[in-house]
Nanobody, 120 residues
Framework: QVQLVESGGGLVQPGGSLRLSCAAS????????MNWYRQAPGKERELVAS???????NYADSVKGRFTISRDNAKNMVHLQMNSLKSEDTGVYYC??????????????WGQGTLVTVSS
């Protein structure tokens, strides 16, 4: 079975930086799009950033200019560099990816989440 595991979350002061990582493992043939979502306390989960299999990126308006998503296809990993963090960035960040587990089947997979807390 496929597993996604996030890491890199923690406590940081406003204006600080964090780098999140997500590693995919298991029965993987190939990985399509990869995404980072977040869920703040009491709010719905929202898409933060996405990257295609060929490296094209998109960001939520709230994080443009501050966050950068990247991927390493050889290592089945995706990263999220977060700079100039604000208190509103606080939440659980989840890795998501479309993964081909054989030549004719793909599906969406989610990590367990990593907590990011931005507070003074």
């Amino acid at each position: 079975q496929v597993q996604l595991v996030e890491s890199g979350g923690g406590l940081v002061q406003p204006g600080g930086s964090l780098r999140l990582s997500c590693a995919a493992s298991g029965s993987i043939v190939s990985i399509g799009g990869m995404n980072w979502y977040r869920q703040a306390p009491g709010k719905e989960r929202e898409l933060v950033a996405s990257i295609t299999s060929r490296g094209g990126t998109n960001y939520a308006d709230s994080v443009k200019g501050r966050f950068t998503i990247s991927r390493d296809n050889a290592k089945n990993m995706v990263h999220l560099q977060m700079n100039s963090l604000k208190s509103e960035d606080t939440g659980v960040y989840y890795c998501n990816a479309n993964i081909w587990t054989d030549m004719s089947r793909s599906g969406q997979f989610w990590g367990q989440g990593t907590l990011v807390t931005v507070s003074s």
